[in-house]
């Protein structure tokens, strides 16, 4: 029983300290710069909606980047599925849930979609998404004759920015998530075939539905990702030229802390947890006055390094492994002599 709760704790401890010392950090280094404001009052707020925003982002661009395939077409579908959702919202008078349950059912449609052109083309996903995000996009820009949506001058819609909606809908779609991947045969399926794909299908896993419902599960995040981006920008506008590929540049330091923390608890509170992380960077560069390109640069080094760090990890342990083998054999040596 000890050791259980020693180990529970343990992991507790390996997932959160990152996100911790992050914070702390960004809290000296702007007070001793006579900056005021991080991390209290409004600029808290920000942080947890962007953990939200780009964490939901992260999800949906992992499930099936962990799997091999590059989703290119998450940001057409965001953009897609908002315009559609909210045109059948307005038209018939609905309200601010049944906007988010349409979007939903629109975006994982439209993940679905693109996942069966994948599974029947069998074409490179990173070139069935980029044909994908082309043809959403042009759709978008035709819907409205290329106006996009806006809920402005509809104050009960956008609530999906504020608290305690913002909260409740991440706590929500986290459960949900973690229950999806740990305690279901989709889960299991998708965990082995990440494991070994060849292996998996031998022995019978079905690599095809399970490839579907990865893109389902994805699209219905994005269009979450997009009600929140509704909710505080009060807009959505159609993208072309794959500009919509923009909403996924903030997702991958967040999913790469989410991977590295996998081992310490579930992967998809691994990632917001990254992504609360960059969240607090984000906000503390702001708050000590960095600019926008600055911001850019740094936050890029952040990805690398961290990139480094996680390819070399391995080294790490090896180092370990071999100064405890080390240190037995000078203790057995030690006992025989």
């Known amino acids: 029983m000890k050791k259980t709760l020693w180990k529970i704790g343990r992991n507790i401890l390996n997932t959160l300290w990152m996100p911790v010392v992050v914070y702390l950090f960004f809290t000296v280094l702007c007070a001793a710069n006579g900056k005021t404001g991080f991390g209290i009052n409004s600029d808290w707020m920000i942080i947890v909606r962007n953990t939200v925003y780009s964490g939901l982002i992260s999800l949906a661009l992992s499930y099936n980047l962990t799997s091999g395939r590059f989703d290119f077409s998450i940001g057409s579908i965001l953009i897609l599925s908002v315009i559609i959702g909210v045109n059948i919202t307005l038209a018939w008078g609905l309200g601010p849930i049944p906007m988010l349950v349409i979007c939903m059912i629109v975006d994982a449609s439209l993940g679905a979609i693109s996942g069966l052109v994948y599974i029947i083309l069998r074409l490179p996903p990173i070139v069935v998404a980029v044909?994908?995000?082309m043809i959403y996009e042009a759709i978008g820009f035709l819907l409205n004759d290329g106006k996009g949506v806006k809920v402005i001058s509809n104050p009960e819609l956008p609530i999906f920015a504020g608290q305690p909606v913002i909260s409740i809908l991440a706590l929500v779609i986290v459960?949900?998530?973690v229950i999806l991947?740990?305690?279901?045969?989709?889960g299991f399926d998708t965990n082995s075939l990440r494991g070994g794909q060849a292996i998996a299908v031998n022995i019978g896993i079905n690599e095809k539905l399970n490839t579907l419902i990865c893109y389902l599960i994805a699209g219905a995040l994005m269009a979450a990702a997009g009600v929140i981006s509704l909710s505080i920008l009060g807009t959505m506008s159609p993208k072309l030229g794959l500009g919509s590929s923009s909403y996924m540049m903030n997702a991958f330091l967040p999913m790469f802390i989410g991977g590295f923390l996998?081992?310490?608890?579930?992967?998809?509170?691994?990632?917001?947890v990254g992504s609360f992380t960059q969240a607090c960077i984000i906000s503390g560069f702001?708050?000590?006055?960095?600019?926008?390109s600055l911001q850019s640069v740094l936050n890029s080094l952040i990805v690398l390094a961290f990139l480094v760090f996680t390819s070399n990890s391995y080294k790490i342990a090896e180092f370990q492994m071999m100064k405890e083998k080390r240190l037995k054999a000078q203790m057995a040596l030690g006992k025989a002599g």
């Not at 702001?286 to 926008?292: E, F, N, R, V």
């Open 181 to 186: 991947l740990n305690f279901t045969k989709f």
């Open 175 to 177: 459960i949900i998530l």
């Open 131 to 133: 044909g994908v995000a």
């Open 286 to 292: 702001a708050i000590l006055g960095l600019s926008t």
């Open 262 to 272: 996998a081992k310490y608890s579930d992967r998809n509170i691994g990632i917001i």
